[in-house]
């Protein structure tokens, strides 16, 4: 068994290529073997989002407060809100964020660690896309 104690793992801001607008990270788990799970706490201040992006083995994204939205290449735009669970399919091109006037925090949890997740990042969602 191992512990780690909370502020282990310092929050640190989400890089600005991959995310539009404040967004804040926190490191759950990341992959030790032979488990292979990446889990990260993200905090997405209103309006915050994602870029399209897609994982090799698929993400779960589990709301833990506010709303946010969701949207897989191709389809429409979902609300999320506390205690909504979202599984994304390996190579489904998405995108997921807070709404436009309330942030949102959620977990994503995918195979993998931080250095062999592989997202495959593609262009910025946008205005009309998230739906401003």
Do not use: C
């Amino acid at each position: 068994m191992k512990i780690d104690p909370a502020g282990t793992y310092p929050t640190r801001r989400a890089p600005a290529e991959w995310f539009d607008g404040t967004v804040w990270l926190d490191e759950i788990a990341n992959g030790a073997a032979p488990a292979h799970i990446y889990a990260l706490r993200v905090s997405f201040e209103p309006g915050a989002r994602t870029i399209w992006h897609s994982h090799p083995f698929g993400q779960t994204l589990h709301v833990l407060t506010g709303l946010g939205r969701v949207q897989k290449a191709g389809g429409p735009v979902n609300d999320i809100r506390p205690g909504d669970t979202v599984w994304i399919a390996p190579g489904e091109k998405h995108w997921h964020g807070a709404s436009p006037k309330q942030g949102m925090v959620h977990l994503a949890l995918q195979q993998g660690t931080a250095k062999d997740t592989a997202t495959e990042w593609y262009e910025r969602v946008s205005d009309a896309q998230y739906g401003v």
